[in-house]
Structure formats: C-alpha cells, structure tokens
C-alpha cells in the first residue's frame, strides 16, 4: 500500500508541476486558462471565480430657493418664497466577485443562466483520476485567434514560453528535491578522502547474463559479508577493492553473498566466472562506496543545480546512444519501462528511504521533462516546432495540417506505451502474480 501511495504521489506531483508551469505562464501573459485541474477527469467539483461590474443608480438631491418680490397692493409689499426640490439621478459602476461551485461533468455553459453577464474565470477542478492534472488554455487548438485573451492570437515568442514553461518547472522540481536531499543528507558515491554517515559498499549496475543477474542481486542492494563452504570469507567491507578480491580469489567456487536490502537480509549463492568479457569483472557487478553526505544550505541550492544539469546531459546521451543503436539495427543498450516499470521502481525506492524517493522523483522529472522538449508531434516540443516552422515561413501552418500531425503523433505516443508496458508485464511476470492472488 505505501507502494502505491508513493507511485501516485509522485507521478502526481511531476504532472501537476509540469501543467502549473504552463498555466501561470500563460496566465502571466494575459491567456485566458479555461480550466487547470488536479487530476484527471471526469470532474468531482470545481469552483469559479465570476468578475464583472454592477451597475447602480444614485439619486442626489438640490434644494433651490426663489424669491420674488415684485408683488405690491397699495402700502402692502407681498414677498413669495418658492423652494424647489431638484433631483438628479447618477449612474455608477462598482467591481462585483463571486465564487460558485460546480459538481460532477455538468456542462457550465448550458447549466446556469449568467444573468449579469459576469466573465467567467478559471474552473479550479477536482477530478476523480489523481494522476497529476491538466490545464485548459483558451485558443491553444488553434481557435478563437481573434480574441485578445487566446492562446492562438498571441505573438509566437509567448506562445514559445508558453509551452516551454512546463519542461522549465520540471527542471526546477528536480532541483529543488535534489537540494532538499543533499540539505538533510542523501546517499552519495564517495570521491577518495570523502567521508560520510552511514558507509556501506552498494552494488551500482548488475551487467546482462551475468552470475549475479541470474541469483537475483539488483542495482542497490549492500553487501554486508561473504562466506563459502560455511566459513566467513570477510564480515566487514570498507571499500570496493575488499569485494573484488574475495570474488577474484574464490572465483570458480560457489559463495555466499550476504545483501541488505531496504530492511531484508537476503543470502545469495553464486559461482563467480573465471573467464568473464572485459570491464564485467566475475560476477558482473559494479561497485561504489556510497555514504549519507548533508551540505548547508547554500551549498544544497549550488550542488543542486550543478547535479540538474549533469543528469540533463547524461540523460541526453543515453537518449542519443538509444537512438543510434535503433538507427544501426542494434538492440539498445538500455531499458525502456513504462507505467509498471516506474511502480517497480518505486517500490524500490521507497524502500530505501526517503532521501532516495527524492532523488528519484528528480529523475523523473528531468526524464519527463526532456522528453517534453522533444521535436515530436502531439509533445510540446512539437507543437514548438510548428511555430518555428510559422516564423521561417511567414505564415501559420494549416490546422487541419497541424492538428492530424499531432493525432498521429499521439497515437504513436499510445501505442508505444503500451507496447512498453506489455513488455513489462512479461519481464516482471505480472500474469503470475495476479494468479497467486487468487
């Protein structure tokens, strides 16, 4: 259960970040957001704030006095006085706000009667899947250019901010739960002379077809001692080159590997190669010293930028060493997982601790974040794309045109996913999992 809490708060948060980011931009640029929600629909309830101005009628009264004194009989003088009352009727404008709710998918256009022709703002929505959120920007289909608050009747260099403000907070997430990490002291690899809390000897990548693939050892886990044949090879690891000798030395011959992971203490035999591919070593493992490093907080905010940026440009080349091996015919050199390979994952994490579930949702922020940026129909970087084309030739681009390339774009998007996540159900054998419940 804390699994799934965890998976949904996170996928929660990049998403929702993500569609802020857009959403105070264009706001900022005067766009009308038509809706911004948390969640997915269908709709639970939403409230809205009407703006307008009431007319109001004045009355001012002014009191006029005459006399007349040119009335005269004999040796009597008759003086009339006549006063008037004059009233004058002013009109005035004062602002009027109001919020009011709406429940379920009620079509807000057609369901009440906005009597003062008040203007409609923002609907702050909650829906019923709590998967992120969404924005719904006035105009970004291309409609309504004419209006001076759409999306399609902006300047291109606003719609360009627009679109690229999500990718932008994506990155500022990363960084900030990087900072908060390295301010309360998250795991690090340890650079020589560097000392920490807590260090411990983890296994960083575990090679393909390898003996610790096949007994089961995962990127993560700690080594806490060795033993063969019953007999303590070592109890205690202080660094790297204490595990590769043991392996080298016994290699050939079954051993026993004690692992910490998360709060388990698992054993695992295995049977260290003595011929192996060059840069795997026996048992195919890659090891660092790892410890809990904490920063002030100044130097959090300077290692967390730095941090945002190596991980953008290692992100980066994976991408393109992924892309190139496809281009080549070659399987790619890293995996792909989807929905059920980041659950997984999370599971992982959240075991590890909390320090660790931030650096992972950096991750995947950064991951979600470049690939938003991407030249591809129906993704932000896309639809950038389409406007860079509008400047280069002058003219916008048809939306019949745009809009199909987009579609296409994202059934392509679909149909990848499910692909990859078929692919994890296979690998992480979901189909006998959900047997053994039953």
Not at 4 to 16: A, N, R
Not at 303 to 328: E, H, P, Q, R
Not at 392 to 414: D, W
Not at 418 to 423: E, N, S
Request: aromatic share 10%; proline share 3%; net charge negative.
């Amino acid at each position: 259960m804390l699994t799934v809490i965890v998976f949904v708060i996170t996928l929660g948060i990049l998403i929702f970040v993500h569609e802020s980011g857009h959403f105070f931009v264009a706001r900022k640029n005067g766009i009308k957001a038509e809706e911004f929600g948390f969640g997915f629909p269908p709709r639970v309830f939403g409230i809205q704030c009407l703006t307008g101005k009431k007319k109001i009628v004045l009355s001012r009264k002014e009191k006029v006095d005459i006399e007349i004194s040119d009335e005269k009989q004999g040796n009597i003088e008759t003086i009339r006085e006549i006063a008037v009352d004059k009233v004058e009727e002013v009109d005035e404008y004062i602002p009027v706000k109001k919020w009011r709710f709406i429940w379920g998918k009620r079509n807000t256009e057609r369901e009440w009667e906005n009597k003062n022709n008040l203007e409609e703002g923002t609907i702050y929505s909650v829906n019923w899947i709590p998967f992120g959120g969404f924005v719904k920007i006035k105009g970004e289909d291309g409609s309504e250019a004419d209006a001076e608050d759409s999306f399609a009747g902006k300047g291109a260099w606003i719609r360009i901010k627009v679109l690229g403000a999500g990718v932008i907070m994506n990155f500022v997430l990363a960084w900030l739960a990087i900072s908060l990490g390295l301010f309360i002291g998250s795991p690090q690899v340890l650079e020589e002379g560097q000392r920490g809390k807590d260090e411990k000897i983890q296994i960083s990548q575990v090679a393909k077809d390898t003996p610790a693939e096949s007994i089961g050892i995962k990127a993560g886990d700690e080594i806490l001692k060795c033993e063969m044949d019953n007999v303590l090879c070592q109890n205690k690891f202080s660094e790297v080159s204490d595990i590769q000798n043991i392996v080298e030395e016994y290699k050939g011959k079954e051993i026993i590997l004690q692992i910490k992971r998360g709060d388990e203490i698992l054993d695992f035999k295995g049977i260290p190669r003595t011929e192996y591919p060059e840069g795997q070593g026996s048992l195919g493992i890659s090891l660092v010293k790892t410890a809990i490093v904490d920063y002030s907080w100044y130097d959090s905010i300077y290692k967390g930028i730095t941090t945002v940026f190596n991980l953008i440009w290692l992100i980066l080349s994976t991408l393109f060493n992924i892309i190139k091996d496809l281009m080549i015919g070659q399987k790619a050199s890293v995996d792909i997982s989807g929905p059920i390979g980041i659950a997984y994952l999370t599971k992982q994490v959240t075991a590890l601790g909390f320090s660790y579930i931030l650096q992972f949702i950096a991750l995947l922020s950064i991951n979600l974040g470049i690939i938003n940026a991407f030249p591809f129909p129906a993704l932000d970087g896309g639809r950038i794309l389409f406007i860079l084309i509008e400047r280069i030739k002058g003219s916008p681009v048809s939306q019949k045109v745009e809009q199909a390339i987009h579609t296409f774009g994202f059934i392509a998007l679909i149909a990848l996913m499910v692909l990859v996540t078929f692919r994890d159900v296979i690998r992480f054998d979901i189909f006998d999992k959900v047997k053994n419940l039953f």
